[in-house]
């Protein structure tokens, strides 16, 4: 009975178990998405990548506040991120889109999981601090994520592009969303809500409320413009940017 005792109060539950069980709800939701998509049923698939970007979203919060960011979180954050927002969101274009084109098809939907994987590895490599940054090099994986799961539900939920140029836009979509992960383009980064933030850019939280507001009045129809607009004018801002220098 000693024993016993001295076990239980050898085992104990530090302050990061917290943030790496919302981490840990990411890769489930991913991998929730996966089985639904194998079965045919895209609208839960869709939901549950949504739930694991909200996992993903609080579980950097909840670490923040509670002081226990470390090296393990991030690493499994990022593991949990490939399921969620790499292989999730490819095997998804495949069975929309890419299954009919056999082996081909493969390769086309397998762009923005491998693209993410070496997201994931070169933002992990040069990790050097647990603070927000306020630019991203390349496309976040959720932002891509979410780029395309827009995008699905975009085309399925309306009738705005015609049969014959969805098979040209789907693949231009898959192959611009892997190319701005690799990328060393700078994303800007969405600053938490707080009354600095906000006094240090005005501009750019009016302009997510915005998005926000439309998004639920649309119910989600314009998040994938919205997204296009984001990539577009990161892409822009760094051509600019780069001839400037010139």
């Not at 501009?203 to 919205?226: C, E, H, Q």
Request: aromatic fraction near 16%; charged fraction near 15%.
């Amino acid at each position: 009975m000693k024993k016993r005792k001295k076990i239980i109060t050898n085992i104990k539950i530090t302050r990061s178990a917290i943030p790496n069980l919302l981490t840990l709800g990411n890769a489930f939701s991913g991998f929730a998405a996966i089985i639904f998509i194998a079965q045919g049923n895209f609208k839960f698939a869709i939901f549950y990548i949504v739930m694991a970007a909200i996992f993903d979203l609080f579980d950097g919060i909840v670490a923040r506040i509670l002081r226990a960011t470390s090296e393990l979180g991030a690493e499994l954050d990022s593991l949990c991120d490939t399921i969620s927002f790499g292989v999730a969101p490819s095997f998804l274009l495949y069975k929309v889109y890419f299954e009919q084109l056999g082996e081909i098809g493969i390769v086309i939907s397998a762009i923005p999981a491998l693209a993410g994987v070496y997201r994931l590895a070169r933002f992990n490599s040069e990790l050097n601090s647990f603070n927000d940054k306020l630019y991203f090099k390349g496309l976040p994986i959720p932002a891509g994520a979410l780029t395309i799961l827009s995008y699905i539900y975009f085309h399925l939920n309306t009738n705005f592009f015609a049969p014959e140029v969805t098979k040209t836009l789907t693949i231009f979509i898959t192959i611009l969303v892997g190319v701005c992960m690799v990328s060393k383009i700078k994303f800007d980064n969405f600053p938490r809500p707080t009354i600095k933030n906000f006094r240090a850019s005005p501009i750019m939280f009016i302009g997510v409320i915005i998005a926000i507001i439309i998004g639920f009045i649309t119910m989600g129809k314009s998040v994938f413009p919205t997204m296009l607009v984001y990539i577009f004018y990161s892409v822009l801002k760094s051509f600019v940017l780069f001839f400037r220098k010139i």
